[in-house]
């Protein structure tokens, strides 16, 4: 079985485990150890790597280097698992 984090593109899977395993040890966890996200680890990965994304913005509102890495991190997660609608 392939993980989750396995899953995604392995140059993003450092900042992923960062990223989520600061915010939400036991989402990583649970990411690490099935092939697919639920609807709510998709929507909690989405929340968490969207507020990372705010907090490195310079002040101009732009992206530094580390916000335009995370952003491309959700894209790609993002691509592989959307947010379904109800």
């Known amino acids: 079985m392939t993980s989750v984090v396995e ?3 392995s140059r993003m899977r450092a900042l992923f485990i960062e990223v989520i395993g600061s915010r939400n ?3 990583l966890a649970a990411l690490m150890n099935h092939a697919e996200p639920t609807s ?8 968490i790597l969207a507020s990372e994304f705010d ?3 310079r002040p101009d ?7 335009i890495q995370v952003d491309n991190l959700l894209g ?5 698992w959307p947010i379904r609608s109800s």
């Open 61 to 67: 509102e732009e992206p530094a280097d580390r916000g």
């Open 40 to 47: 709510s680890e998709r929507e909690q990965v989405e929340d």
């Open 76 to 80: 790609a997660f993002l691509m592989r």
């Open 7 to 9: 899953s995604l593109p």
């Open 25 to 27: 040890p036991g989402l």
């Open 55 to 57: 907090l490195n913005l």
